[in-house]
């Protein structure tokens, strides 16, 4: 449903989000590490969080990437999925098809539209507080 990137891209932002509080800022090689996504994948996609203004970094001793606290509330994983994908995981067809359309169908179109229609509420409605107060409580995980 996801790139790959963008899979890792939420993967980090929860992660992120989870020592928000407690820890302030987290490095590159944690990240990568905790998410298992190669570093230098990884710093690509940190950067265009940080571009699209989801995660803020700095650099030098003491440097890292983090989430403010109130920014948690706001952040939803859309902003996530359109920063890193686009608005395709919100316009394609389920088979991938270009020119699916209501006068143009596919064979699942009519199926289709109905998961879309409820993967676009749950990207707009979940936020990164939501997300990492799981990890937090131990109630869900970013790796096995």
Known sequence: MFSKSCEYAIRSTIFIATHCCKEGKVGLKEIANEIDSPIAFTAKILQVLVKNNIIKSSKGVGGGFMILKDDLKTIKLSDIVM??????????????????????????????????????????HTTLEELSLGIKKGQTFLKY
Not at 86 to 97: I, Q
Not at 99 to 119: R, Y
């Open 83 to 124: 920063a890193i994908d686009g608005d395709s995981v919100f316009l394609r067809c389920g088979l991938g098809l270009s020119n699916c359309s209501e006068n143009h169908p596919c064979p699942v179109h009519e199926k289709f539209k109905f998961v879309k229609k409820d993967l676009i509420y749950m990207l707009e």
